[in-house]
């Protein structure tokens, strides 16, 4: 049973920097890809927004709108992903969820944390 568990998160100040970390167990083989996504206080249920992903092969993509600012990178060994994120501003406030796929079939999900951003 593959289990994700996230740590970080919490409040900061507009400008001021946080760092997530995610943890993925369960498997005999490598991810595919491990990131993150985020549910904003105004979006509908399990309206997730991609923030910023990363394959194995170390591919990343990430949302424009944090592109410069946030940073994502994982130990395949380890089988984990961390976020770092700088720069953030109140429209970053969100449950920031971690989410890992395996074989391109199989996606996982954490049960989330918050990263308030206000001053």
């Known amino acids: 049973q593959v289990q994700v568990v996230e740590s970080g998160g919490g409040l900061v100040q507009p400008g001021g920097s946080l760092r997530l970390g995610c943890a993925a167990s369960?498997?005999?083989?490598?991810?595919?890809?491990m990131g993150w996504y985020r549910q904003a206080p105004q979006a509908a249920e399990k309206e997730r927004e991609l923030v910023a992903v990363i394959t194995n092969g170390g591919t990343t993509n990430y949302a424009d709108s944090v592109r410069g600012r946030l940073t994502i990178s994982r130990d395949n060994a380890k089988n984990t992903v961390s976020l770092q994120m700088n720069s953030l501003k109140p429209e970053d406030t969100a449950i920031y969820y971690c989410?890992?796929?395996?074989?391109?079939?199989?996606?996982?999900w954490g049960q989330g944390t918050q990263v308030t951003v206000s001053s």
């Open positions: 369960g498997s005999n083989f490598e991810f595919t890809r």
């Open positions: 989410n890992v796929v395996l074989g391109w079939s199989y996606a996982y």
